[in-house]
């Protein structure tokens, strides 16, 4: 017996937690409302296959944040297992975007409310931060996530099919329904390959 290369472990580990395009939507939409954005925008390319980008107007990563933000079990969510108990946001766990790095090739653009322009960092599988520069976004955070399971063939595969490409559409476009129904006052927009599938407008609070 051997011991598995660490990066063949967190490749495979990684794969548990992101199956599929709707996980991958699932956990940045998460992440979006935990930074308490009121619009997100999901566009999809070839089913979320080749490009899967959430774009929000939440508050931003700090730049002192942003070498961490995406390594796995860093989280600004909670402390100890203490704060387990009253949990107020998504996710808690510091893993999503470590383990979509880890099966992807992620960029995240960010900007807070204090900084002037936005950075934009393009990230290795780790969740580490291989370069960065400045961009054009306004405030808030764009995931992009191309190349999804590209390292996983099998896993690549299961999607080989049109009818399992577009049921995950679907299920993509449940999930949002899904948001909108529970956060009404949010506005959410789906685009597949550049054609907009769903627009669900915030809906004005009395």
């Known amino acids: 017996m051997k011991q598995l290369p660490a990066d063949t472990v967190r490749l495979l580990s990684s794969s ?26 999901v566009k999809l390319e070839n089913f979320g296959l080749d490009r899967t980008e959430v774009r929000d107007n939440g508050c931003g990563i700090k730049a002192a944040d942003a070498p961490v933000m995406a390594v796995r079990h860093f989280t600004s969510k909670i402390s100890s297992h203490e704060d387990l108990e009253c949990l107020e946001t998504y996710g808690f766990r510091g893993e999503a975007l470590g383990s979509i790095c880890a099966v992807a090739e992620v960029t995240v653009t960010t900007k807070t409310e204090e900084e002037d322009v936005s950075t934009q960092y393009t990230l290795d599988s780790s969740g580490g931060i291989v370069s960065q520069r400045p961009s054009h976004l306004g405030g808030g955070t764009s995931v992009s996530v191309a190349k999804l399971f590209g390292k996983l063939p099998v896993r690549r595969q299961f999607f080989s099919s049109v009818r399992k490409r577009k049921e995950e559409v679907r299920k993509v476009q449940d999930l949002l329904m899904a948001f909108a129904i529970i956060k009404p006052e949010l506005r959410l927009t789906l685009a597949h390959n550049k054609v907009r599938t769903c627009c669900f407008k915030m809906i004005p609070k009395f």
């Open 16 to 41: 548990q937690v992101v199956t599929s395009v709707v996980s991958v939507v699932k956990e940045l939409m998460e992440n979006s409302l935990d930074a308490g954005a009121s619009s997100v925008d």
